[in-house]
């Protein structure tokens, strides 16, 4: 079966960088177009970064221009989105998300897999 498994969340301090990872099995992840999606407490999943199958096109909300990059292996079937700069408004569940007939701004309702996500909190 399809799995999607985000890994490198975790707290760190506002200013800082993390890494996040999606590594994905039981797909073509080659022909997937690929995001990044976010939840917060209390609000709803907004998209965050998108890439296309092979990573010529990336689109990003723009509460993270400039300071979040997405980037794929196709390869590793893994998909990455390095985000600096973190603040404590970023804070929230990071979801990893399949797209088979999406571009790169995806919409959570042409989603074909969600990964489980993972929590990134950033402190003050």
């Known amino acids: 079966q399809v799995q999607l498994v985000e890994s490198g969340g975790g707290w760190v301090q506002a200013g800082g960088s993390l890494r996040l990872s999606c590594l994905s099995s039981g797909l073509t992840f080659s022909t997937y177009s690929m995001g990044w999606f976010r939840q917060a407490p209390g609000k709803e999943r907004e998209f965050v970064a998108g890439?296309?199958?092979?990573?010529?096109?990336?689109a990003y909300a723009d509460f993270v221009k400039g300071r979040f990059t997405i980037s794929r292996d196709n390869v590793k079937n893994t998909v990455y989105l390095q985000m600096n700069s973190l603040n404590p408004e970023d804070t929230a569940v990071y979801y990893c998300?399949?797209?088979?007939?999406?571009?790169?701004?995806?919409?959570?309702?042409?989603?074909?897999?969600w990964g489980q996500g993972t929590q990134v909190t950033v402190s003050s």
């Open positions: 890439i296309i199958w092979n990573g010529g096109t990336t």
């Open positions: 998300a399949a797209d088979k007939w999406g571009g790169s701004r995806q919409v959570q309702t042409t989603i074909d897999y």
